[in-house]
Antibody
Framework: QLQLQESGPGLVKPSETLSLTCTVS??????????WGWIRQPPGKGLEWLGS???????FYKPSLKSRVTISVDTSKNQFSLKLSSVTAADTAVYYC???????????????????WGQGTLVTVSS | DIQMTQSPSSLSASVGDRVTITCRAS??????LNWYQQKPGKAPKLLIY???SLHTGVPSRFSGSGSGTDFTLTISSLQPEDFATYYC?????????FGQGTKLEIK
């Protein structure tokens, strides 16, 4: 059974860089047709996709955050990471990592979704 | 970005009720539409993919329909464990986006 686990500091100071890592177990991060994504959820609010990465390093980022977000992958450790720079209180959220299935279409059915999620980690931006 | 708009934002219903949640995309997304259920303090769970395909292990009381810009999630007979927040999500463009969520509460 595939499992994802987020790790990283729970408290980050304003203007600093938020760094999180997602460790994948029970499967390979180098599997074809799977990207790996980051999604966040501010307290009491909805879900926001931040970006996704393929094991080759190809990335997609949310346009409004593209200047601050970097997602990287380490296939040797079966991990991928998120860096968000110049954080403010508005970046306080639960951050989830998830498997981003894209690339498979059978007949007219696209298998494009987030199917496995980490439990999430709360990151608070505060001095 | 493709914008996703859900309605209603919240909904009160009783066990046994039939409930429908709608999701509208700002552009044609064909059938690249997914639905997730989220309970407090938990990660979202995939319910429906490709607008109408039930994910593995999801009860058959959940169903989805639609294509293009307008989609619906229907729960045919609400069970106590269905009270949660539901999100639609488009996967048509490379830049995926979620709806704002619909909170389903017990009446």
């Amino acid at each position: 059974q595939l499992q994802l686990q987020e790790s990283g500091p729970g408290l980050v100071k304003p203007s600093e860089t938020l760094s999180l890592t997602c460790t994948v177990s029970g499967g390979s991060i180098s599997s074809s047709n799977y990207y790996w994504g980051w999604i966040r959820q501010p307290p009491g609010k909805g879900l926001e996709w931040l970006g996704s990465i393929y094991y080759s390093g190809n990335t997609f980022y949310k346009p409004s955050l593209k200047s601050r977000v970097t997602i990287s992958v380490d296939t040797s450790k079966n991990q991928f990471s998120l860096k968000l720079s110049s954080v403010t209180a508005a970046d306080t959220a639960v951050y989830y990592c998830a498997r981003d299935a894209r690339g498979i279409v059978v007949m007219t059915t696209p298998y494009y979704y987030f199917d496995y999620w980490g439990q999430g980690t709360l990151v608070t931006v505060s001095s | 970005d493709i914008q996703m708009t859900q309605s209603p934002s919240s909904l009160s219903a009783s066990v046994g009720d039939r409930v429908t949640i709608t999701c509208r995309a700002s552009h044609n997304i064909n059938n690249y539409l997914n639905w997730y259920q989220q309970k407090p303090g938990k990660a979202p769970k995939l319910l429906i993919y490709a607008a109408s395909s039930l994910h593995t292990g999801v009860p058959s009381r959940f169903s989805g329909s639609g294509s293009g810009t307008d989609f619906t999630l229907t729960i045919s007979s609400l069970q106590p464990e269905d009270f949660a927040t539901y999100y639609c999500q488009q996967s048509y463009s490379n830049l995926w986006t979620f709806g704002q969520g619909t909170k389903l509460e017990i009446k």
